[in-house]
Nanobody, 124 residues
Framework: QVQLVESGGGLVQAGGSLRLSCAASGRTFSNYHMGWFRQASGKERVFVAA????????RYADSVKGRFTISRDNAENTVYLQMNSLKPDDTAVYYCAAGRVLTSRPSPSEYDSWGQGTQVTVSS
C-alpha cells in the first residue's frame, strides 16, 4: 500500500478557494490512480474527483464540475485538488485515496489506501 497525507484544509468564506494536497510515500505513486472523496458530518463518504496514473483522464462528481480541478505531479508524489467558488455544502472532511482502477463512477470500495483526511469548512 501507499501512505497518504492530506493538507491544505481550513476555514474559508463562500466563494473562496482552497487547494488541497496529498503527499504519497511507500509504493510507486505513478502506479496508482488517485481520488478525492469527502464526508460531511453524519453522512456517508462520497466521490469528489479522480485522476488516472498518467493524468490523461479525470472524473468529477456533478456537484463540483466546473469548480474543482484535480491534478497530480508524479515527480513530487503529490495529488492536488483545487477548489474554487466554494459553497457551504462543500463543508466536509476531504480524503485522498489510491487505487488500481479508475471507473466511470468511482466509489470508496475501489480504493485501498486512504489518508487521514483534512477538514474543509465553508462559511456563508
Amino acid at each position: 500500500q501507499v501512505q497518504l497525507v492530506e493538507s491544505g484544509g481550513g476555514l474559508v468564506q463562500a466563494g473562496g478557494s482552497l487547494r488541497l494536497s496529498c503527499a504519497a510515500s511507500g509504493r510507486t505513486f505513478s502506479n496508482y490512480h488517485m481520488g478525492w472523496f469527502r464526508q460531511a458530518s453524519g453522512k456517508e463518504r462520497v466521490f469528489v474527483a479522480a485522476i488516472n496514473w498518467s493524468a490523461s483522464s479525470t472524473r468529477y462528481a456533478d456537484s463540483v464540475k466546473g469548480r474543482f480541478t484535480i491534478s497530480r505531479d508524479n515527480a513530487e508524489n503529490t495529488v492536488y485538488l483545487q477548489m474554487n467558488s466554494l459553497k457551504p455544502d462543500d463543508t466536509a472532511v476531504y480524503y485522498c485515496a489510491a487505487g488500481r482502477v479508475l471507473t466511470s463512477r468511482p466509489s470508496p470500495s475501489e480504493y485501498d489506501s486512504w489518508g487521514q483526511g483534512t477538514q474543509v469548512t465553508v462559511s456563508s
